[in-house]
């Protein structure tokens, strides 16, 4: 069944048990297999029920710390980096939250995660602020490369200076590196691992970063392919063309974002604050190509006044620190969560 048969059906079948039982205005009538009532959040056409308990682990046996990102192999497998110095960094499910593997001790601060390649040339960049490193591992977590600060950019006077938060790569092999707790410098290298060239840095000007958390390549114009990089604490992304010439801002009040993540025609990104640092208040937010802001599962509907995003509201209860979003093909949802009570990840399914 394609993808979109599939979520009519779905939708079709939760309309005639909505229509034959009384609900109060709280609960939308959802079982999940659990035999709990699932909540539904989202808005328009991307709607979704909530599983909190999809990646629950027996934490005495597969322990996480601080959840921060995941991607989705050709295997059909969930891998996802975790904090920690006592357990390992990396976890592999499958998409039933079963824990298949965990591997990984050399990355305790294990924040950013991408993959490339195809098949069994498949790799994984992972970024660790903490140990001031970037690696590039097999999918079993052999590691073939790894890069420290990098010696030609002379804004960094130490080794401990370069937090790297996340990577980009290019068909090519070339990658991007993003030192979002650093510098806020977003460094090209060669696919063999060799500087090429740098641009950004902390500042408030259009080319420069306040926290340079994530970055993704945007491929959907195929033919112009650009960059498109958070400015966290500003609560805005910046898109970049391949070499570093800025070409546009996206003000997102109230959104503090982790990492833009590409599906289809559409931009997916956890928004890991809205408020305070002090309370969780994070939740996710879908976009449209023209970067319209469609669904705010966790918040409230989305609202714009004379072109401008309201700041959105948290529902009080779907996510704590939400931190970044992987996407499947059949449109599901799921999210790492960090500083959250050491929580296992949560599933979105699509409506």
């Not at 599939?6 to 297999?33: E, W």
């Not at 977003?186 to 958390?213: L, P, R, V």
Request: with cysteine; glycine share 10%; charged share 25%.
């Amino acid at each position: 069944m394609k993808p979109n048969t599939r979520r009519i059906f779905i939708k079709k079948t939760l309309a005639a048990s909505a229509a034959s039982i009384a609900l109060p205005d709280y609960s939308f009538g959802i079982i999940t297999k659990r035999g709990g009532a699932a909540k539904r959040v989202g808005h328009g056409d991307f709607q979704y029920t909530v599983d909190q308990e999809w990646g629950i682990q027996d934490p005495s046996k597969i322990p996480v710390n601080d959840c921060h990102e995941m991607v989705l192999d050709d295997q059909g497998r969930i891998l996802m980096t975790t904090t920690g110095a006592n357990n390992n960094n990396v976890l592999v499910y499958d998409k039933s939250g079963k824990v298949l593997e965990s591997w990984g001790t050399e990355f305790p601060g294990a924040h950013g995660l991408s993959i490339t390649g195809e098949g069994k040339d498949q790799f994984l960049f992972i970024t660790d602020p903490d140990s001031h490193k970037v690696s590039k591992t097999t999918l079993d977590g052999r590691i073939l490369m790894t890069l420290e600060r990098p010696k030609e950019v002379s804004g960094y006077t130490s080794d401990d200076q370069f937090k790297p938060t996340e990577t980009a790569i290019l068909p090519n092999g070339d990658f991007y590196v993003a030192d979002g707790y650093g510098k806020n410098f977003i460094i090209k290298y060669s696919a063999k691992g060799d500087y090429i060239s740098h641009f950004g840095g902390t500042g408030e000007a259009d080319d420069q970063f306040n926290c340079c958390h994530g970055i993704t390549l945007d491929t959907r114009n195929k033919e112009n392919p650009t960059l498109l990089i958070t400015s966290r604490a500003s609560q805005e992304f910046k898109r970049f063309s391949l070499d570093g010439e800025h070409l546009e801002t996206i003000s997102l009040p109230g959104c503090s974002i982790c990492r833009p993540v590409i599906h289809g025609e559409n931009l997916y990104f956890a928004v890991i604050v809205t408020k305070t640092w002090d309370t969780w208040d994070g939740m996710l937010a879908v976009l449209d190509k023209n970067n319209k802001v469609l669904s705010f599962p966790g918040g409230d509907k989305p609202r714009y006044s004379d072109g401008i995003l309201d700041t959105p509201l948290y529902d009080g209860g779907t996510f704590k620190n939400p931190h970044d979003v992987l996407v499947d093909g059949d449109g599901n949802l799921y999210v790492p969560q960090w500083a959250s009570n050491k929580t296992y990840p949560i599933k979105l399914n699509r409506i």
